[in-house]
């Protein structure tokens, strides 16, 4: 690329003067890109954008509808709006359903929605097609046919490979041709996280249309996916997913609610929702409470993902957990012999998850022979194969969900003895911050794994034995039976009492990353004092603040 010095230096005297870089004004003029790179974006010059793979759940800080702002915030904000009278309008914004639906005339109506979020997937062209499924499930949960798209992303121009945005719309596209939807334009914006979805727009036939108001006494709930989405893709996050799990919820969540749509209609669903970003226990809430009735649920009969269980017996639970229950937890009644981590699987924020169906209890059985007919494969797990019932409608009342449980399954140990995936058991060593030498931040010995054993040759015995004991030192850092801050506390305290400068450094760092306060920095440290003596005392206080 051709550089212009004199629009260089035009562009970059205006930002001096006013002293603010004038693309970006939280920065100075000159900014840091320009001093590492001698590019200045404000004169249009362009950075050459990284090349080779990406895993998108590692550029994000919430994957997927775990993204989404919480419902009861959502509900605060919303509720003060304008509104505008239209008696064309069958389902606006006060019914909190779905989709809208707009009359059109002689028994059609138009229905529409949009859906965007961050990456649950670790691949564009997957993350494209987990989009799209996701924003046409709308449509279906509504009963109706999907029959335009327009896309929306924001992508961090430059910062991950261009490839990356290609794949991830081509992954849309493709997933939208197969739902018979025609993508006719799209928007995008440059943003410091990927995000993707769609508006759509579909046709539905009014004595048809199934909203989440229509419960009725007597009905039984079929969820047609497994849950489990949510802490799947955390568990990918942080290097603790299992293969097998993250495929089979890729597979569901790639999968199209359409056929579910289509056989709950011709069955008569009396009220239907999909259960995605609020959880199991927030959607059916608010399909209780619209429909002016109660509900229960056995916790034993829900479809859950491979893995999910065994994620949650070691506490592998995402924070979308704790909002969704701040949102609707006090209209959950739980059984007191459910253990918590089967509680928190039900307010797990679903990404493209299934339909949630109210359906008269004597066309339940045909209706779910036809689901599991639809699907070739029944094994459990993949998509409506695993569709079941999992409660029923005990009456008229104010919206409550009672989850009960008949003991049938139970949440797993934990096996602190088994390894953790390959992924964890690293972490990246600290940088060196400035050439002066005293700010180097030296990795400690249980920390410098990656580095230093890419530098081990593997052509002489020595250097297996030191490769395998790094492999080693690395294994026992990452957590397993014990958790990331137990062991935190813990690293802090052996630095301490083996009096290990470097160490000590390194771990005081990660410690107030990891949110400790000081009070409990020294109460580690004060743990390996006990066994270090006066020594290491003097020791600790002339490191402490470092």
Sequence with gaps: MMISMERRKRVMQRSIRLGHCICDPKQPCPCDVFKEKDICLCAGERLEAPAGPVQLTKLVEKAGCASKIDQAFLKEVL?????????????????GDDAGIYDMGNGKALVQTVDVFTPSVDDPYMFGQVAAANSVSDIYAMGGTPMTALSVIGFPARKVPDKAMNEILCGGIDKMKEAGVAIIGGHSINDSEIKAGFAVTGMIEKDKIVT?????????????????????????????????????????????????????????????????????????????LSSGVD???????????????????????????????????ERVVVADSLPQEMIDICYDAQTSGGLLVAIAESEADDFLKALHK?????????????????????GKGSGLVQIKTDGSRKIPSPKPSEPAPKAALTEQPLKQTSADSKSEE????????????????????????????????????????????????????LSVATRCGPCLKMHLKKAREKGFTQDEIDEAAWMGIAFGGSPTMVFYEQLKNS
Excluded at 251 to 261: C, D, G, I
Excluded at 264 to 271: I, L, Q
Excluded at 480 to 487: E, I, W
């Design 442 to 493: 030296v990795p400690c010995c249980a920390d410098a794994v990656t580095s230093t054993g890419q530098k081990i040759s593997k052509d002489s015995d020595i250097a297996q034995i030191k490769a395998k004991f790094i492999d080693f030192l690395g294994s026992t850092s990452s957590p397993h039976g014990l958790d990331a801050y137990t062991k935190q506390a813990m690293a802090i305290a």
């Design 295 to 329: 509900v229960e649920v056995v916790w034993d009969n829900i479809p859950l993902f491979v893995g999910v269980l065994e994620y949650a017996a070691a506490g592998i639970l995402p924070g979308a957990i704790e909002r969704n229950k701040e949102s609707c937890g």
């Design 79 to 95: 509720k003060n709006l304008p509104t505008y009278d239209d008696p064309r309008v069958l389902v606006g914004v006060p019914a």
């Design 212 to 288: 989440n108001a229509g419960a009725r006494r007597g009905d039984v709930l079929v969820l047609t996916k497994p849950l489990g989405t949510g802490i799947v893709a955390f568990a990918s996050q942080i290097g603790r997913a299992d293969e097998k799990s993250v495929e089979v919820a890729t597979e569901s969540m790639t999968t199209l609610n359409k056929t579910a749509s289509q056989l709950m209609v011709k069955f008569g669903a009396h009220a239907c929702t999909d259960v995605t970003g609020f959880s199991l226990c927030g959607h059916l809430a608010e399909m209780a």
């Design 374 to 394: 639809a699907c070739p494969e029944r094994s459990r797990g993949k998509g409506i194969a695993a569709a079941a019932v999992i409660g029923r409608v005990s």
